[in-house]
């Protein structure tokens, strides 16, 4: 048996860790070596050079239209049976095309090892075996069948690194990229836990990990670091857990075994927080583990739209409190912002600007309030007509120019909201003195990624060029 798992995502520019972490469990508690992983790449025609047995396709929402030309173009052309997993498929199971023979529910790792042993046993997935696996659905008489939900792995630890070695690390990410907003690195990306506490009313993972969180080690951890950082050259290592920071004892941990290990002066770091969770004790940490940069999910500066999209378990006070003290502590702050909130108003616009314009804030991310599977937002938008289960899933695109997204606000119409987030918008654009500056390393300039990615897309290299000395212009005046 051969098995190919595919990422379909175009856009992300780190590596899909969760397809690394199902082909490092088969490999340990299988035996099992003969696993492709394809991605960033013509994935027609990676399937096809590798000859697989079975094709396992994994996706989110936004990505199901394309994971599903692709497997109604492996089914027509090499009739593989389609394995799929990640958000969407657990979301909508029920919703299943028939061109997926089985769909994962959930965590993936030991229902893919009950699959493999099904497949080594019959040669096939026929739906007698299926029925007996947990965490699965499958087609049987013309419908979609479920079985129950197993439970997550317990311990984290458990669960190997993930293979990176299968990954195309050196091909199509150990290349010179902007991973922050402020320069060129070679970066790469780790996680350390897995789920969250939080509900928050757009979030459509939660259900994904059965409400829980679990966390790897601090041991585990850094050794994960330390096997990176021996493999690979790198300059930046991001952190992609939405809650690393929600255990101070945790990350004092680690921080000590970074240091035991000589980890922390060989590369930078960069974390998602919450602006809830952050105190001194948690900054001082950060620091020694040398953190630089921090990413927030602010979402919106008004009390009421954000005691919306998070509950009440965050507050514009918190927003504010973290600011002080990423500035005190050093911090490089990213920021996301969503609009669209059904109740907002453009007083509730203006008070997130006033949050936007904070000088502690160098990087701020704009986005549409998007209905996803199993979210909040989703059954409030159901419930109006304004999605279906039977959608195009490419309208839920979260860019702030998009037209095609549902529009959930009945309290402004879209002609307002046209008028007032571009004029916005631009103005933090341009009083955003900091990214006229990039950092560039001498080292770069003669890499031989970089100087191709230049020539191939020099019209946005030159269009942002002229953007940046227009903004140092600026400055200057």
């Not at 027609?44 to 929402?61: A, L, M, N, Q």
């Not at 493999?116 to 007698?128: H, M, S, V």
């Not at 003290?325 to 490089?332: N, V």
């Not at 001498?442 to 031989?448: A, E, T, V």
Request: one cysteine or more.
């Amino acid at each position: 048996m051969k098995l190919a798992l595919v990422s379909v995502d175009t856009v992300e520019a780190l590596p899909p860790l969760g397809l690394g972490y199902l082909a490092s469990y088969l490999r340990k508690y299988r035996n099992f070596d003969n696993t492709a992983i394809i991605d960033k790449e013509k994935l027609f025609e990676g399937i096809k050079r590798e000859k697989p047995d079975v094709v396992g396709i994994s996706c989110t929402t936004q990505d199901f239209m394309k994971a599903w030309a692709l497997a109604k173009q492996v089914k027509q052309e090499l009739g593989l049976p389609i394995l799929t997993g990640g958000f969407h498929v657990t979301a909508l199971p029920h919703k299943m095309p028939k061109e997926f023979d089985v769909g994962i529910i959930g965590e993936g790792e030991e229902a893919l090892c009950d699959l493999f042993d099904l497949y080594e046993k019959e040669g096939t997935f026929p739906a007698k075996g299926l029925s007996k696996i947990k965490s699965l659905a499958y087609h049987d008489s013309g419908k979609v069948k479920q079985t129950a939900r197993r439970e997550n792995i317990q311990p984290l630890d458990k669960i190997p690194f993930p293979a990176r070695d299968l990954l195309p690390m050196k091909r199509f990410y150990l290349k010179p990229a902007r991973h922050t907003y402020d320069k060129l690195s070679i970066g790469t990306s780790i996680l350390t836990t897995r789920g969250c506490m939080y509900k928050c009313v757009f979030c459509s993972q939660t259900g994904f990990w059965q409400h829980t969180m679990r966390f790897f080690s601090p041991e585990y951890v850094v050794a994960e670091m330390k096997e990176i950082l021996d493999n690979y050259k790198i300059d930046m290592l991001r952190i992609m857990d939405d809650l690393f920071v929600v255990n101070n004892k945790r990350v004092a941990r680690i921080a000590d075994l970074m240091k035991e290990e000589g980890i922390t002066d060989r590369v930078e770091f960069h974390v998602f927080g919450r602006t809830n969770l952050i105190n001194g004790e948690m900054c001082k940490n950060l620091k020694r583990m040398n953190v630089k940069y921090i990413n927030f999910g602010f979402e919106s500066g008004s009390e009421r739209i954000l005691n919306y999209l998070k509950k009440g378990s965050v507050s514009v006070k918190d927003h504010y409190r973290a600011l002080k003290l990423c500035d005190k502590y050093g911090f490089l702050v990213d920021g996301s912002f969503i609009f669209g909130t059904p109740g907002e108003k453009k007083e509730d616009i203006y008070k997130t600007f006033e949050l936007v314009r904070s000088p502690v804030i160098k990087n701020a991310m704009f986005f549409k309030l998007t209905p996803l599977p199993a979210s909040g937002i989703w059954d409030y938008a159901l419930k109006r007509g304004l999605v279906s289960e039977d959608m195009n899933w490419d309208d839920l695109e979260a860019a702030i120019g998009s037209e095609r997204l549902p529009h959930l606000n009945p309290d402004m119409s879209k002609e307002e909201y046209r008028e007032i987030l571009p004029e916005i918008i631009e103005e933090y654009r341009k009083c955003n003195y900091s990214r006229g500056q990039i950092k560039i390393k001498w080292k770069y300039l003669f890499n031989k990624n970089l100087l191709w990615r230049f020539l191939t897309n020099w019209r946005g290299f030159s269009r942002e060029f002229i953007f940046r000395m227009r903004q140092k212009y600026l400055k200057k005046g």
